[in-house]
C-alpha cells in the first residue's frame, strides 16, 4: 500500500536558521497539505497546495513559511527563520479529490534551539 | 477558524467495555467527517468515515447528527490495542481549501 513519505525525521536547528522539511506525497495525490501538532495541543493546519498553487493558508503561515513542489514528486516546507514557538511535529498529508480522506506523513519532529 | 469539540478524557475501560466518544462542530456548512486515531508521537490515522446515515465497521460505529452537529464514536469489545487518542476531524467546506479541522482528542485507554 503507497505511503506518504516524509524526511527527516527529527530536526534540530538553532533559532534563526532556516529548515527545510520535506514530503513524497502518494503519486496519485493531486491536493496536498500541511499541518503542525505542538507538544500536546491539536493538530493545526498550515497551508493547502493543489495546481502548483496555494488555495488556502493559516493565520500561523506567515511570510516565513513557503511551500513548493519543485520537480512533481517532492513537495516541501521552508521556515525561513526558525522561532523557538516553530517547535512541533510538521505533517504532510495527501488526497486524490476535494473532500477525499487525507492521508498523512508520519511527520518531521522540529526541535528549535 | 470554527471548533470542533471533543471531551479529553482520559477515558479508562477494561477490556471487552463499550466506551462512547462525542464530538461538536460549530460550522453547519461542514461537508464531511472522519474520526482519526493517533497514538503517542505518532501521524494521525483514519479510522473511519463518518455518514449522516451511520457506519458500522467491525467494532466500530459512527453516526453524524447534521442538525445537531454532532459526531460520536462507538467501539465495542474494547482491546488493549484500542488504546490511543481519537481524533474527530472535520472538512469544513470548499471555501476553506479543504483543510481538515481538528478537535483535541479523546484519550482512551483499555486496561487488562
Known amino acids: 500500500e503507497p505511503e506518504v513519505t516524509q524526511t527527516p525525521s527529527h530536526q534540530v536547528t538553532q533559532m534563526g536558521q532556516e529548515v527545510i522539511l520535506r514530503c513524497v506525497p502518494i503519486?496519485?495525490?493531486?491536493?496536498f497539505y500541511w499541518y503542525r501538532q505542538i507538544l500536546g495541543q491539536k493538530v493545526e493546519f498550515l497551508v493547502s497546495?493543489?495546481?502548483?498553487?496555494?488555495?488556502?493558508k493559516s493565520e500561523i503561515f506567515d511570510d516565513q513559511f513557503s511551500v513548493e513542489r519543485p520537480d512533481g514528486s517532492n513537495f516541501t516546507l521552508k521556515i525561513r527563520s526558525t522561532k523557538l514557538e516553530d517547535s512541533a511535529m510538521y505533517f504532510c498529508?495527501?488526497?486524490?479529490?476535494?473532500?477525499?480522506?487525507?492521508?498523512f506523513g508520519p511527520g518531521t519532529r522540529l526541535t528549535v534551539l | 477558524r470554527k471548533e470542533v469539540e471533543q471531551d479529553p478524557g482520559p477515558f479508562n475501560v477494561p477490556e471487552g467495555a463499550t466506551v462512547a466518544f462525542n464530538c461538536t462542530y460549530s460550522?453547519?456548512?461542514?461537508?464531511?467527517f472522519f474520526w482519526y486515531r493517533q497514538d503517542c508521537r505518532k501521524e494521525p490515522k483514519l479510522l473511519m468515515s463518518?455518514?449522516?446515515s451511520g457506519n458500522e465497521d467491525g467494532r466500530f460505529t459512527a453516526q453524524l447528527n447534521r442538525a445537531s452537529q454532532y459526531i460520536s464514536l462507538l467501539i465495542r469489545d474494547s482491546k488493549l490495542s484500542d488504546s490511543a487518542t481519537y481524533l474527530c476531524?472535520?472538512?469544513?467546506?470548499?471555501?476553506?481549501?479543504?483543510?481538515?479541522?481538528f478537535g483535541k482528542g479523546t484519550s482512551l485507554l483499555v486496561t487488562p
Open positions: 503519486s496519485n495525490h493531486l491536493y
Open positions: 460550522n453547519s456548512a461542514s461537508q464531511s
Open positions: 498529508a495527501g488526497a486524490q479529490r476535494e473532500l477525499d480522506t487525507q492521508y
Open positions: 476531524v472535520v472538512n469544513p467546506s470548499s471555501n476553506s481549501g479543504y483543510a481538515l479541522n
Open positions: 497546495f493543489y495546481n502548483n498553487e496555494i488555495s488556502e
Open positions: 463518518v455518514y449522516s
